[in-house]
């Protein structure tokens, strides 16, 4: 008899985005001449830069001939890769990172759900509300938690309600916990935490030696030089912090999937006879016996997003998603919206109409403007009442769903 693991059966029938794609199904098959926008995943939509591109097309050569094909390569990440991580998302930010500190991967979503095993089961686990969903799932797949309650949250979880008084920036909890999920630029809100912020969330994990998960995916959409990219440039945090980064929205790999989580030599946690251990060495264990590496093809690729070349033309493209986020946030404005994130994010959270449910605004939306979006109480029960938009699409697809909105809500 092979047994299951009960604890998947605590989770929601389906995850969030495919009961958007089902809803989305069932209206095109019921109108099939409707032109729906889809500015709910946060899907990119611009092509590859072209550095990149080339980049790659020289690693499949390479992999073609052979005195230049590879097979396996590093678990941990080709040097020429992590060499342009150290000195562009660390060094230029005088940030101390070494190269053995830094784990390439093919995905933060992956290394996001995957962290949680170096934790004991008993391990105390923090994550704001609204939440990205997999902080959340695979600690419930993974049996830290109860069956979810009537209020949608599952007990053994610590929820940090962001709201609008807060800005969507929650404190530290009072009560003891072993590890919090942060993410700044935050997804879903699109709220960036300032660097006063990011002090007391170190001091917090240094006063409850604590660790902070910091996914910090969407950190090249930061526009202000005083807002932190990284939080090792908060000092202390390299003793408390393991931080997740992507190349999934800096460079428009979500297709292509590539990342790197950075996990410093001086953050330890404690063992059940008490003594300390080194995270690294257990992240290092378990990414080496899990794991075979990235393609050498789309590490060559990632790498030459580093470039010079590749830098300006992936800037561009940043630069043209940010611009969709101005436009969106201009016109749902202009609709009497009240609207968050947007400007440091490629995502702005909104507040729906009329008391109207995140569904019930999802349905309208759909129905009405032929607009797809992601319902807010998807990321959690705070989030309840808001709408999530993206700024991932055409500039004709934004100019359009602006001029829809305006429609249906002007």
């Known amino acids: 008899m092979a047994r299951i693991n009960e604890h998947y059966a605590k989770l929601p029938a389906s995850y969030l985005f495919p009961e958007i794609g089902r809803r989305v199904r069932a209206y095109q098959a019921a109108h099939p001449d409707a032109r729906v926008i889809r500015l709910g995943i946060g899907d990119v939509t611009e092509p590859l830069a072209p550095a990149i591109v080339a980049a790659m097309h020289e690693a499949v050569d390479d992999m073609g001939k052979r005195e230049t094909f590879r097979g396996y390569g590093p678990e941990q990440g080709y040097d020429f890769l ?185 953050v330890m946690g404690t063992g059940a006879d008490g003594a300390r251990v080194s995270l690294h060495a257990l992240w290092s264990r378990r990414h080496t016996t899990k794991f075979n590496g990235a393609s050498y093809v789309v590490q060559r690729g990632a790498a030459a997003a580093y470039s010079p070349a590749g830098l300006a033309q992936t800037d561009a493209q940043i630069a043209f998603y940010m611009e969709n986020a101005r436009l969106l946030r201009e016109g749902l404005g202009a609709c009497g919206f009240t609207i968050f994130g947007g400007v440091h994010a490629p995502y702005l959270w909104l507040r729906t109409r009329n008391n109207a449910t995140s569904w019930e605004f999802f349905d309208r939306l759909l129905t009405e403007a032929q607009i797809v979006g992601t319902p807010g109480s998807g990321f959690g029960p705070a989030g309840e009442g808001y709408f999530r938009l993206s700024a991932f699409n055409s500039r004709a697809n934004i100019e359009e769903a602006i001029g829809r909105l305006r429609k249906v809500f002007g």
């Open 82 to 266: 992590v060499e342009a991580i150290r000195a562009n998302d660390y060094v230029a930010r005088g940030v101390d990172i070494a190269a053995d500190e830094i784990f390439v991967s093919d995905g933060s979503k992956c290394d996001s759900g995957n962290v949680q095993e170096i934790f004991a089961l008993a391990a105390r686990v923090a994550v704001t509300d609204p939440v990205y969903p997999v902080y959340v799932d695979s600690n419930v797949m993974a049996g830290r938690t109860g069956a979810v309650g009537p209020d949608g949250r599952y007990p053994g979880l610590t929820y940090l309600v962001g709201t609008e008084a807060n800005g969507f920036q929650p404190e530290p909890p009072a009560e003891p916990v072993d590890v919090v999920y942060l993410c700044s630029p935050n997804n879903p809100t699109g709220t960036v935490a300032t660097r006063a912020q990011l002090e007391r969330w170190v001091e917090w994990a240094r006063a409850n030696d604590a660790i902070i998960l910091f996914d910090a995916a969407y950190e090249s959409y930061i526009s202000d030089p005083d807002l932190p990219r990284s939080i090792y440039e908060i000092e202390g945090a390299r003793d408390y912090a393991i931080e997740l980064r992507s190349f999934s929205k800096r460079a428009g790999f979500t297709g292509v999937r590539c990342a790197f989580m950075v996990v410093p030599r001086s």
